[in-house]
Every structure is written in C-alpha cells, then in structure tokens.
C-alpha cells in the first residue's frame, strides 16, 4: 500500500491500512474551495474513530503542484513534527504523509465541523479603509483604498519558538 493517496485511492482498504483499523466503509464528500490542495470529509464505519474526519490532498495539474509543494511539505510537516509540542489550536492529525518530490501528500485530520474555514476579509468594513497615495503603484486599482483588517489578537497568547526537526519533512 502506497501512504501517500490521491482521493481516488482513499477507500475502506486504504484506510484501515493508514489508521490500523478495521474500516468497514467510508463516505467522501468535497468541501472548501480547494485553492492549492483538496479537502474532503470523510464518513467512517470503524471502530476506535471517530464518525468523520478530513482528508486533505494534492490537487491540481504537475505545474501547479511543482509550485506549491514547499507549502505541501510545510503543511504536512507542521502535523507530522511540530503540532503535538506546540501549545496552538489545531486538529489532531490521523495521519501524514508526503512523496519524497512533495507533489502528493495525504492528511487524515479531526473534523471540527460544525466550524467553517475563515474568510480573510472578516474583520474588514469601509469604516477602516485608508485612501490610496496618488503615486502609490496600487493607486490605479479600482475604489482606491486599502482595506485594513481590525480583527482582536487575544487569541494569540504569548509567542512561542519553534524549531524545526532535524532532516527533511
């Protein structure tokens, strides 16, 4: 069994191979826009998981995957190396792992729905836009303002380092 799955391989099989489990079945379903990879929510019949969980994938053509492969990489090494030392809200990962030229890659991770993926313009409203230089290159877009995000960083605690493992992710 190959670790790293396309979602046309994520089957019953496959998975009780990943999760060293029974899978009796399991459901795929797409969610999100996928903007440089896939994510689906998966329906499990296994005993020992939870109901469901996400899997998120490679997506796109070669070239497309070719550029974003360091962020592959750094995604899956996140879950793989840094997320169980670090003190962040973050899904538990069931499984990680990446091709060695970080074109594929799989995550099994914890569904948080009923949460929703963020929308990088919340916070934002024209009551906090500043008008644009005239000779600023972005003068030219249109409306001319700059949209400046007020968004509380409470959530953010004190910042912690993180190193990297050593060898490649």
Request: net charge neutral; charged share 25%; glycine share 10%.
């Amino acid at each position: 069994m190959d670790d790293v799955a396309d979602i046309e391989d994520i089957d019953a099989e496959w998975l009780g191979n990943a999760l060293d489990t029974e899978v009796r079945a399991v459901g795929i379903e797409q969610i999100g826009t996928g903007q440089t990879g896939a994510a689906y929510r998966l329906t499990l019949d296994a005993e020992g998981l939870p109901p469901t969980m996400i899997a998120k994938v490679a997506a796109g053509d070669e070239a497309a995957r070719q550029r974003v492969g360091p962020g592959y990489r750094n995604e899956v090494g996140f879950y793989a190396h840094l997320r169980d030392g670090l003190d962040v809200r973050a899904p538990k990962c069931w499984h990680a792992t990446i091709s060695d030229d970080a074109l594929r890659f799989t995550l099994l991770l914890e569904d948080l729905a009923p949460r929703v993926p963020g929308v990088q313009a919340d916070g934002c409203s024209s009551s906090v836009q500043k008008p644009r230089s005239s000779t600023s290159p972005a003068s030219t877009h249109p409306g001319g303002t700059i949209r400046r995000c007020t968004t509380s960083t409470s959530w953010r605690g004190r910042p912690r380092k993180a190193r990297r493992s050593s060898g490649t992710w």
